[in-house]
Structure formats: C-alpha cells, structure tokens
C-alpha cells in the first residue's frame, strides 16, 4: 500500500512541477523525496501541527476548482453522459464494472493505519467516531462525485492525462497563474503530508524487527536505512509513469487488497469489539478498563 501510494505521489509531484514550472521531472521527484525523508525523521511533530491547515486548505482550493470548472464542464458531461456509453466499451464486463465501483473504498483507506495513532487523544468516544467517520465518507464521497462529473466533460481524451485536475483548470476555467499555482503548492503540501505519514508508519513498524538483527544500532539510524530503502523503492516505482501505477498498481492493489483486507475487516472488528466487552477489557462504552 505504501509503495503504490508514495510512487504515485512522488510522479504526481514531479508532473505538477513540470507541467506549471518546466521542472525537469528528475529534479522534482529528488526535492519531493529529500523533504519527505527529512520531515519523517526530524519534522513529524511540525507536520502534526499544521496538518489540520493542510487539509482545509486543500479542501478549500478543490472546491474552488470545482466551483470555477463547473459552468463550461456542465453542458460538456451532460452531452456525454446522454450517450448512455456502456462500461463494456472501456473493456469491463457488468461484474467487473460493480466489483471496481464497490473496490473503490479501497483507494480511501491508504492512510488508515496512520490515522491510529493520529487520532490518540483527539477521538475518545463512540459519538467521535461516528462524527469523524461520517464527515470523512461525506467529504470523499461529495468530492468523488463532483469531480467525476467534471472530469465526464473530456471523455474519453481525458484518460490520457496524467493529471486530470490540471487539465480541468487549464480547459474549463479562466484561472490565473496564482490560482494554478495556490492549487498545485497546496496539493503538493498535502501529498507530503500523506507521504510522510507513510514513511513515519513503516518506520515505527520494521524499526523494531531491524533491532533484533542489527544490535548495535542506533533508533534513529535504522529509521534512517527504513526510510531510505523504501523512498529509494518508490522513486523507482515513479518512474513507470503515473497513468500506469494507476492502471497496473492501484488496479491489482484494489483486486487483492478487497478481498484480503476490507472484507474481513468489516467482520473482524465488530467482532474483536464484542469479544473484549465480553471479556472486560473494554466497558459498555468501549474504554479499555483498567485493571
């Protein structure tokens, strides 16, 4: 999961630099990842801080970039989507076709494991969880859908392009060169947030399997090797090109992880919860109970 996502990351960052700069793509994805080494091992605790502005200020520019795409896109997806064009002219069978539409969950689910210990002391109840979950789901499901309909008015040329969003601002908007530029530094922020979050999970999960073989090590020199060896994987992995992490990872990714991982998550963690309420390590309001 790590590789796929920090891969696509590092090319999306290196194809914005290019395209909005001219910044050869070899210097980008060398800056992005020297930045995101650095922050994972020095600057976890500055990213926590700001993450919280990150994300609203992404928020805040894509539903700008909706807002001022929406008038040239609307007429656009409307004569397409009144084609009726079936998903079998884009090589899907009709089980295919709802099998990837239900799988998509799976793209949402990259930074969960980061979310644990992010959310230690700020998510505390049960109505937490709720709120947390609800609004999360709204705003990717709201996000997904409205950018589908935008991204509808430059089918099936828009396939072809690695960074579709850019493409919306560029076609159907009469955005400026500081709105291209807010959107493209704000997006950026955000994938080194993520990517970070990344680095910073992997590195607290084989840290300690790495002490039992390299003894005389220091912490901070095995996250170091951790952190390297799989920015080093991932800048390689960038380097097939976005459109094909996403068609040939991210599609093999959602094809294995479902099944493997989503559905038995669904089923094994209301059970884990029923079972530690009926062993007394969690009380009616599931708060571990101390003993």
Not at 39 to 66: E, K, N, Q, S
Not at 104 to 110: A, D, G, L
Not at 125 to 147: I, P, Q
Request: charge should be positive; charged fraction near 10%.
């Amino acid at each position: 999961m790590v590789l796929i996502a920090l891969s696509a990351q590092i090319s999306t960052t290196a194809i914005l630099l290019n395209q909005l700069f001219g910044l050869p793509k070899i210097i980008g994805t060398i800056g992005f990842c020297a930045i995101v080494l650095l922050l994972a091992l020095w600057g976890a605790d500055l990213l926590r801080r700001v993450g919280t502005v990150l994300g609203i200020a992404i928020l805040i520019i894509c539903a700008y970039v909706a807002v001022i795409c929406m008038p040239k896109a609307t007429p656009l997806a409307m004569t397409y989507l009144s084609k009726h064009i079936s998903y079998t002219q884009y090589g899907f069978t009709g089980p295919h076709a709802w099998f990837s539409m239900l799988m998509i969950v799976v793209f949402f689910m990259n930074g969960y494991e980061a979310c644990v210990p992010a959310s230690i002391g700020i998510i505390n109840t049960r109505k937490d969880v709720f709120v947390e979950s609800l609004v999360t789901a709204l705003l990717c499901s709201l996000s997904t859908m409205l950018f589908t309909f935008i991204f509808a008015s430059g089918m099936p040329g828009i396939m072809k392009e690695e960074i579709p969003t850019m493409w919306a601002i560029n076609h159907l908007s009469n955005a400026g060169w500081i709105s291209k530029i807010l959107y493209v530094a704000f997006a950026i922020a955000a994938m080194v947030s993520s990517s970070v979050a990344f680095i910073f999970t992997v590195c607290n999960r084989f840290e300690p399997m790495m002490a039992k073989v390299w003894k005389k090590s220091t912490g901070f020199s095995r996250k170091f090797v951790i952190a390297m060896i799989f920015i080093i994987l991932c800048t390689f992995g960038s380097s097939f090109g976005l459109l094909n992490i996403i068609r040939y990872g991210y599609g093999v990714f959602t094809m294995i992880v479902g099944p493997t991982m989503l559905i038995p998550l669904i089923i094994s963690v209301p059970y884990r919860l029923k079972k530690d309420r009926q062993n007394d390590i969690l009380d009616e309001h599931y708060h571990m109970v101390n003993k």
